[in-house]
């Protein structure tokens, strides 16, 4: 593509090629040693999409991503857009069996996994040989990570395919805005569920519509995203491109021209502020208080050390943030914007919290809402502003077609209100007076933890298996650090002798990813239900939270 051509329309891929070779001697991405500029992103990107369109891949297969921050994520996520086709994040804690229901549920047609998570892949229950070819990458900061290897079907190097197939653009026809984007999320039961967006939809209500900072405004013809493009711009998002709020980002400042580092390996605060410096990072988004307060201690620890200097924001998305961590935030980094950002899978960015120098937030967020934002009573009306009234936040406008191979849920979710289709989100909210919304919280049992989600059903439905367990609720536990911390409430079997913490986690661990595994374990007497056998999660917690926070 010239460097003349302008988008025809919303399609990713076609932004893209607008896009790159205006900034093609800029970095687009930095992940440890990796470094792309978008010049290479585009050629590397042009070689993967003529591999895989010599294996079959085509409009609408899916290419499954089981891996951690790398540059070729993003590689990979824009050759399946050059050939229609559809990436699938699937969260690289996952076990065998959880990965299992993610190839079947998306279908995927390839997969792309880093070495040290073959181990995995090859505890898939019944095996991968359906996978048309498994391309395995070397993770880009190995020193940091561990796990098992395994021989894999029809497996080969990433960089082999790459240096075996052609540079030259690859021309798919049929390309627009119509061309499926998927995003699995936990949504509000115990299986992940695929959040299937148009592309157009997605620029729009995910990424910003070509106003990344959300300061100008969306974009009102997709050929003005080229005056929006950026001189200089370094992004630095903590969560895992396997998450929302990094892809999106990280996309929005691609079709922008700016850069965006990513932090390989697990979190390590000191080399995330050394990065910040290194890189002269302009923005910084964590991911709750699991991610945030080590950053804040880290910097407390040590004065004098980082500078921080072209730092102008600091954001945070996927999980709340604490009161207290937004003060402190605020303390260290003033005349910086603190940013709380609202939104889900399902609904894309919602509205934001800024809060400007010396104010002392408190509660979770509270946001102005946004063009179709409501908060509905159980009615599906309107919550009257400083009624005091608790409803659901439900979101208009942009939204998804839906969940993949789930139309029951797809009906649940999205409903229909006076002729307008709606987002019901899960998050429980009050109206302030002045017309501000305040979040309460989820209105489902779901735990959020460090950003995960945590689904009670799941881990009681393994957990209810282990010899010593005669019944067994699952709940959150306030956590300084987690937001929320996975707890066990367990009735032992009579006679026989109590599991520990250490025996629980240990049988759970071959079944369920790390972050799931109970945190504590609380031992009673019966764990209440209904007449009907229904959980009292209520009890549970209250139970839970007067023994471990006594």
Same mark, same amino acid.
């Given at each position: ?11 990713? +891929?076609?932004? /893209? ?63 399946? +857009? ?75 190097? +990433? ?88 892809? /999106? ?21 000191? !080399? ?6 290194? #890189? ?47 003060? #402190? ?6 005349? #910086?914007?603190?940013?709380? !950002? ?33 908060? +509905? ?43 307008? #289709? ?112 229904? !959980? ?15």
């Amino acid at each position: 593509m010239s460097e003349g051509t302008l988008p025809t329309n919303y399609n990713f +891929f076609e932004m /893209w090629e607008a896009i790159w070779p205006r900034a093609k001697d800029r970095v687009a991405i930095v992940c440890g040693p990796q470094v792309r500029t978008y010049e290479q992103l585009a050629e590397r990107t042009n070689r993967l999409a003529n591999y895989l369109r010599s294996k079959g891949v085509g409009p609408g297969d899916s290419i499954g991503l089981f891996m951690r921050n790398d540059a070729s994520y993003m590689e990979a996520m824009l050759a399946a +857009f050059a050939l229609r086709a559809v990436p699938v994040n699937m969260n690289h804690r996952y076990t065998g069996e959880e990965l299992s229901y993610l190839l079947n549920d998306s279908g995927a047609k390839v997969l792309l996994v880093h070495e040290t998570l073959t181990g995995a892949v090859g505890a898939v229950p019944g095996g991968v040989d359906h996978l048309e070819v498994i391309l395995v990458l070397k993770d880009p900061d190995p020193s940091t990570v561990s796990g098992e290897i395994a021989a894999l079907p029809n497996q080969v190097w +990433f960089e082999d395919a790459l240096s075996s197939s052609s540079a030259e653009p690859v021309i798919t026809e049929g390309r627009s805005g119509d061309d499926v984007y998927l995003m699995y999320t936990g949504g509000t039961t115990g299986r992940p569920k695929g959040v299937v967006w148009r592309h157009e939809d997605a620029f729009f209500a995910c990424i910003g519509g070509g106003d990344p900072m959300r300061l100008l405004g969306p974009v009102d013809a997709p050929e003005q995203l080229i005056e929006r493009m950026v001189d200089a711009f370094c992004y630095l998002p903590l969560a895992p491109l396997m998450h929302a709020a990094a892809q /999106w980002t990280t996309l929005s400042w691609l079709l922008a021209g700016g850069t965006t580092v990513l932090m390989p390996g697990t979190l390590d605060p000191e !080399a995330v502020w050394d990065v910040v410096d290194e #890189r002269g990072v302009n923005v910084l988004t964590t991911v709750g208080d699991a991610v945030a307060r080590p950053l804040v201690e880290a910097w407390e620890a040590n004065p004098g050390r980082w500078q921080g200097a072209g730092l102008f924001s600091l954001s945070n998305g996927g999980a709340p943030l604490s009161p207290s961590i937004k003060a #402190r935030m605020g303390e260290l980094f003033p005349g #910086r914007a603190i940013v709380d !950002a609202i939104g889900s899978s399902e609904s894309g960015v919602q509205g934001s919290q800024r809060l400007q120098a010396g104010e002392n937030p408190t509660g979770l967020a509270r946001f102005a809402p946004g063009v179709g934002t409501q908060v +509905f009573d159980e009615n599906l009306r309107p919550v009257e502003p400083g009624s005091e009234v608790i409803g659901r936040v439900a979101n208009a406008g942009r939204l998804p077609q839906g969940y993949l191979n789930d139309p029951v849920k797809t009906a649940e979710t999205f409903v229909e209100v006076d002729g307008v #289709r709606y987002c019901i989100t899960g998050d429980m909210a009050t109206v302030e007076a002045d017309g501000t919304i305040q979040l309460l919280g989820r209105g489902s049992q779901c735990i959020n933890t460090g950003g995960e989600k945590v689904f009670p059903e799941e881990v009681e439905a393994m957990l209810v298996d282990h010899p010593g367990v005669h019944d067994v609720l699952v709940v959150g536990v306030p956590d300084d650090r987690w937001g929320s911390a996975v707890a066990a409430v367990v009735s032992p079997v009579a006679g026989a002798e109590a599991p520990t913490l250490e025996e629980i986690r240990e049988f759970l661990r071959s079944s369920l990813a790390g972050y799931k595994l109970p945190k504590h374990l609380v031992l009673v007497d019966t764990v209440e239900r209904s007449p009907a056998g229904k !959980a009292d999660y209520r009890w549970a917690r209250a139970a839970a939270e007067a023994e471990i926070l006594a």
